[in-house]
């Protein structure tokens, strides 16, 4: 009895050992697919791309006219994100080598050497034909304006960003492209609606960008980016203060427009044009005195001003 009580706590003991052991062997792999999966998310700039992703499901929201397609939605989510995380892994195929030199993007995965080119090649060529493929689902516009945005961002503005500030303006018009895409997938053509709501997206990007910009001059200036106006080798203060005053300026009229077109109510307009002002006064302050804190304050509210706008354009018009 004894020793089938001992063969039983050793058999137990051999089956705890063994789980162990596969236990622990598991655990690498769990860690590497996580890091895997972080790294996936790097490359596409996940947070960017939902970004995306949701300023274009709201036009859509905005432009359609009757009940909507939750599936008509997902497919346009889906293409939206494949493309522009196509966009984004292209973008840093292109610029791998200077994102070395970059504290806040040395940690990319090409940059950091924990993915190859031909892999992060691969994943954008096979993102880029499944995303503007459900772009094309809708009609040959969003197809057509999907491929734009993605040729634009990754093979004009990037190489431009070493060249010239005025590649600034070359990446608004992709960056403001979701707007308009969302659009055309509502309305299956070119509106007036569609291009006022992709000026008020184009237009916010420069004081969006150009505060983050001057946050991160020096980071910049060490790949060689060349994404503000200079003079004699250091920021030209007032030119980029009072170009950011104007394009947030340019926002409060703009902001009327959806209003007036019937798209949506005055309500919600007289809102967005106050949020405008808001805007402007924070590049106003900027421009008065161009620090540190400045630029945070206009960045800060810089990222609450284009969801909060198209949220209320679409709840006045639901309402």
């Not at 950011?244 to 427009?257: E, G, K, R, T």
């Not at 307009?269 to 405008?276: D, H, N, Q």
Request: with cysteine; aromatic share 14%; glycine share 8%.
């Amino acid at each position: 009895m004894q020793m089938k009580q001992n063969s039983f706590v050793d058999n137990k003991r051999e089956v705890l050992s063994s789980t162990a052991t596969r236990a622990s062997n598991d655990v690498p792999f769990v860690s590497s697919f996580w890091l895997r999966i972080q790294d996936l998310l790097q490359l596409v700039k996940f947070r960017l791309s939902a970004t995306v992703v949701l300023s274009s499901l709201l036009a859509y929201l905005i432009a359609a006219s009757g009940e909507v397609s939750l599936t008509a939605m997902l497919i346009l989510a889906a293409g939206g994100f494949l493309t522009t995380g196509a966009a984004n892994t292209l973008n840093q195929v292109l610029e791998k080598d200077f994102d070395r030199l970059m504290k806040r993007t040395a940690n990319r995965p090409l940059a950091a050497g924990r993915m190859t080119i031909s892999e992060a090649v691969l994943a954008a060529g096979f993102m880029s034909l499944f995303g503007i493929s459900l772009l094309a689902v809708f009609n040959p516009w969003t197809a057509f304006f999907g491929t734009f945005a993605l040729v634009s961002y990754a093979f004009v503005y990037t190489p431009m960003k070493r060249v010239s500030p005025g590649a600034v303006a070359i990446g608004a018009i992709p960056g403001a492209l979701p707007t308009l895409i969302g659009c055309v997938a509502a309305q299956g053509e070119l509106t007036w609606l569609g291009l006022t709501l992709f000026a008020i997206q184009f237009c916010w990007q420069f004081p969006h960008f150009w505060s983050i910009a001057f946050l991160g001059y020096e980071d910049y200036s060490k790949a060689g980016y060349k994404l503000v106006p200079e003079e004699e080798g250091a920021i030209n203060l007032t030119s980029l203060g009072r170009q950011a005053l104007a394009y947030s300026l340019a926002l409060v009229p703009l902001a009327l427009l959806p209003a007036y077109l019937g798209a949506t109510g005055w309500v919600s307009a007289i809102i967005v044009a106050l949020l405008g002002f808001g805007y402007s006064y924070f590049a106003w302050r900027f421009l008065q005195v161009p620090e540190r804190k400045t630029a945070l304050q206009l960045m800060f509210f810089s990222f609450g001003y284009i969801p909060l706008s198209l949220l209320m354009y679409w709840a006045d018009k639901i309402v």
